[in-house]
């Protein structure tokens, strides 16, 4: 599986950016994807999920109700619709894949849940 992570940019705070995630292969649809980002210095952390079918979504505290994940199980694709951006979400943005078939729990926010990941995708939202 290749995942390849597009969309970043340089926004003014205030702004959206939306990022895409192609994947490759023949089983997309059959596992939850995750983003994830990672600013200097800091750990990598958890943005949101969303379920094998797409169905079910998950955020981050942080970003809940300015960033929406969808998905497109035809087009294999995954999508990050990032409202309302501030300076502190400046990071490289991850894409990745669960590693877990047809999984149906909560737990998302384990970047080791993943074992497939995208080679990320700079944002920098300016003050």
């Known amino acids: 599986v290749q995942l390849q992570a597009s969309g970043g940019g340089l926004v003014q705070a205030g702004g959206s950016l939306r990022l895409s995630c192609a994947a490759s292969?023949?089983?997309?649809?059959?596992?939850?994807m995750g983003w994830f980002r990672q600013a200097p210095e800091k750990e990598r952390e958890f943005v949101a999920a969303i379920s094998w079918s797409g169905s079910s979504t998950y955020y981050a505290d942080s970003v809940k109700g300015r960033f929406t994940i969808s998905r497109d199980n035809a087009k294999n694709m995954v999508y990050l619709q990032m409202n309302s951006l501030k300076p502190e979400d400046t990071a490289v943005y991850y894409c990745a894949q669960d590693s877990r078939v047809y999984y149906t729990g909560s737990n998302y926010s384990p970047p080791t849940s993943y074992n497939h990941w995208g080679q990320g995708t700079q944002v920098t939202v300016s003050s």
């Open positions: 292969g023949r089983t997309f649809s059959r596992y939850a």
